[in-house]
């Protein structure tokens, strides 16, 4: 069997991390065949002192690496860098994998040379109510996309994965994460893999949970910022990278621009009806669907086409505003989108 570097990047995940640490140390994976290397950002919460520095102190296989610029691509690149494995497994603090998530991502990259990336379902959990509606809104096609591997739930090529496991030579070959993207940077390698000419494979038999924000004004800052980070991805590869992206930037762009002409051409009052009606129609039958009737209150209800409208309007926001930076004016990136939403 082969060795495995698991890069783990965090800051200030003092109520996560141990829970992920865990599931590593129960995998069913040898443990003298896994070296685990958390990159952190200069946590002050605890998360160094009272949780990775205790591991370290009971398993020798556990490194601390600080990640100084506090940037997700520079920890991504740093463990990379650092790892001795002939495969790399990137896994967010916030995540627990299932005990057998390492052995099967491990398995199919032997037997299939042309998949370079394996990652598995994403079950998100939740603290709250809050959490919970959002957790089911971006489980849904209609909150983040047909063809999102968030929505997946059996074996797929996709066009990205969370959580993924890559063998160490796919590195070599194509590079590694772009170090200017904030956000997006998993999007922009997964279009370097598939350009490449190898497939991602998302397989049903191995999960990962996922612990869901529980605020709506961290999740509009979240994908506000992946749409706006979206369009930088796009201009430094020429390419629109997947269809579904343009969706809520055409949705928000139509609702401001109908009614501001609806002044001169009273018929755009009109279509602007029909397209409000229909998103509604699809909100309120994506609503009935995933809610289950134990679930099914009004509150949940409305929560849940809020939810979404939040994930809508947040993407297509930042991708406006990128549009206008990126390709317009052809500035740098601005700072309000460099900041984490923690």
Not at 101 to 118: E, G, H
Not at 274 to 302: G, P, V
Request: aromatic share 14%; net charge positive; hydrophobic share 40%.
């Amino acid at each position: 069997m082969s060795l495995v570097s698991i890069v783990i990047p965090c800051r200030n995940e003092v109520k996560y991390i141990s829970n992920l640490l865990n599931s590593i140390r129960n995998s069913d994976y040898p443990q003298l065949l896994i070296e685990i290397l958390v990159i952190d950002g200069m946590s002050n919460d605890g998360t160094r002192d009272l949780i990775i520095n205790d591991f370290i102190k009971k398993f020798n296989n556990i490194k601390l690496l600080d990640n100084i610029k506090q940037k997700t691509p520079y920890a991504f690149n740093l463990g990379i860098k650092s790892s001795q494995g002939e495969y790399v497994l990137i896994l967010g603090a916030r995540h627990v994998i299932s005990k057998n998530y390492i052995s099967q991502a491990v398995q199919t990259l032997k037997v299939n040379k042309d998949i370079a990336c394996v990652g598995g379902v994403v079950n998100n959990v939740f603290e709250n109510k809050t959490s919970e509606i959002i957790s089911l809104a971006m489980s849904s096609p209609f909150g983040i996309g047909f063809s999102n591997f968030r929505s997946i739930k059996k074996d797929s090529y996709v066009d990205s994965i969370g959580s993924p496991c890559f063998r160490m030579n796919v590195f070599n070959e194509i590079g590694y994460f772009d170090e200017r993207l904030t956000r997006n940077q998993d999007d922009d390698f997964s279009f370097r893999i598939i350009k490449a000419g190898y497939k991602i494979l998302l397989k049903a038999n191995i999960s990962v949970q996922y612990n869901v924000r529980a605020s709506f004004r961290k999740l509009y800052t979240q994908y506000k910022q992946y749409g706006y980070w979206k369009v930088f991805v796009n201009k430094k590869h020429k390419s629109v990278t997947t269809l579904r992206q343009l969706f809520p930037m055409l949705f928000l762009t139509s609702i401001f621009v109908l009614s501001f002409i609806s002044f001169i051409f009273p018929l755009a009052v009109i279509i602007l009806i029909i397209e409000l009606t229909i998103y509604f129609l699809m909100s309120l039958f994506f609503s009935f669907k995933s809610l289950k009737y134990s679930k099914f209150r009004l509150n949940n209800f409305l929560s849940y086409m809020y939810t979404c409208l939040i994930l809508h309007v947040s993407y297509g926001h930042g991708y406006v505003e990128g549009i206008f930076d990126f390709l317009i004016i052809n500035r740098s990136p601005k700072t309000n989108n460099e900041k984490l939403s923690r």
